[in-house]
């Protein structure tokens, strides 16, 4: 039962820190199930799933659209992210203060104002009214501003003896850049960019304030049409965990692939 409770040694079998891992996953787990059952439980609540139920193709188109927008917005905000952070470094003065103010601007105010603005002035001056297309490039551009001051941490977190050391050898600027700063940068950034990554899926529920039928809009419908709080946001909290968890999974697996002795 020891070996099952405590950090095996690193020697250990391969099957019994495989059990030990998930022995004390399932039990973390069933603390917290029951922590929450014994809760509702003392509530004494009416449970009426069968009339969400009905409504169970309205979620799952709604956390379809959720998907597609934040998978889009996670590819467009990291280039939007990688492009700033590299412009702020620049030389040439004007490019560096643009992606500063953008940088700034758009994480020292609230998202929900920046949509609005997005969508009912700039968007409408520029005749685009697809809503769906805003949206996702408004939440391009607000997680952007944060992956980029991300990547910057990552880039200058490397030591100015390293960048030294490659002049030395004979390393031009992009092998500088390939084989010393990318490697140690992408390994500082990993556990900021999951973390990033899990707010912009979050934020995406923001979006009802523009009409767009994401998945917290969907269940504020059918919260509104059944008058089940519980069985309505219950599904909504799962959604998410499923959009996000294999984030941190990922993100975990190349910390692994990436670390290395310094």
Same mark, same amino acid.
């Not at 702020?88 to 603005?117: A, D, H, K, M, N």
């Given at each position: 039962?020891?070996? #099952? ?8 079998? +391969? ?8 022995? @004390? ?5 069933? #603390?917290?199930? !029951? ?6 439980? @003392?509530? *004494? ?24 927008? @934040? ?8 280039? /939007? ?9 620049? %030389? ?12 700034? &601007?758009? %994480?020292?105010?609230?998202? #929900?104002? *920046? ?12 005749? &685009? ?10 939440? !391009? ?17 490397? =030591? ?17 850049? %390939?084989?010393?700063?990318?490697? *140690? ?10 973390? *990033?990554?899990?707010?912009? /899926? ?6 009802? &304030?523009?009409? /767009? ?6 269940? +504020? ?17 799962? =959604?998410? #965990? /499923? ?20």
């Amino acid at each position: 039962m020891r070996s #099952l409770l405590f950090e095996t040694e690193p020697n250990a079998p +391969q099957a019994t820190r495989f059990l030990a891992k998930w022995f @004390s996953v399932l039990l973390a787990l069933s #603390l917290i199930c !029951s922590l929450i059952l014994a809760a509702f439980a @003392s509530l *004494q609540y009416n449970w009426n799933w069968s009339s969400v139920f009905n409504y169970r193709n309205k979620l799952l188109g709604a956390w379809l659209t959720t998907l597609q927008i @934040s998978s889009v917005s996670l590819v467009l905000s990291s280039i /939007i992210g990688a492009l700033s952070a590299l412009s702020s470094r620049s %030389r040439f003065l004007p490019l560096r203060y643009l992606f500063r103010l953008y940088v700034e &601007i758009t %994480r020292g105010t609230p998202l #929900l104002v *920046q949509i609005l603005i997005y969508y009912y002035v700039i968007a409408d001056a520029a005749h &685009i009214d697809n809503r769906y297309t805003v949206g996702t490039l408004v939440l !391009s551009l607000f997680s952007g501003a944060y992956l980029s001051e991300i990547f910057r941490a990552g880039i200058e977190s490397v =030591g100015s003896s390293q960048l030294l050391s490659a002049q030395a050898i004979g390393f031009d600027s992009y092998q500088t850049f %390939r084989y010393i700063i990318l490697p *140690q940068a992408l390994r500082q950034s990993l556990p900021a960019l999951a973390g *990033q990554f899990a707010n912009l /899926i979050k934020d995406s529920s923001l979006l009802s &304030i523009i009409a /767009i039928s994401e998945f917290t809009l969907a269940a +504020q419908e059918v919260n509104a049409a059944t008058l089940s709080s519980f069985e309505s946001f219950i599904p909504l909290a799962i =959604g998410y #965990l /499923i959009l996000t968890l294999p984030i941190s999974y990922l993100s975990r697996y190349m910390e692994r692939k990436v670390s290395f002795d310094t």
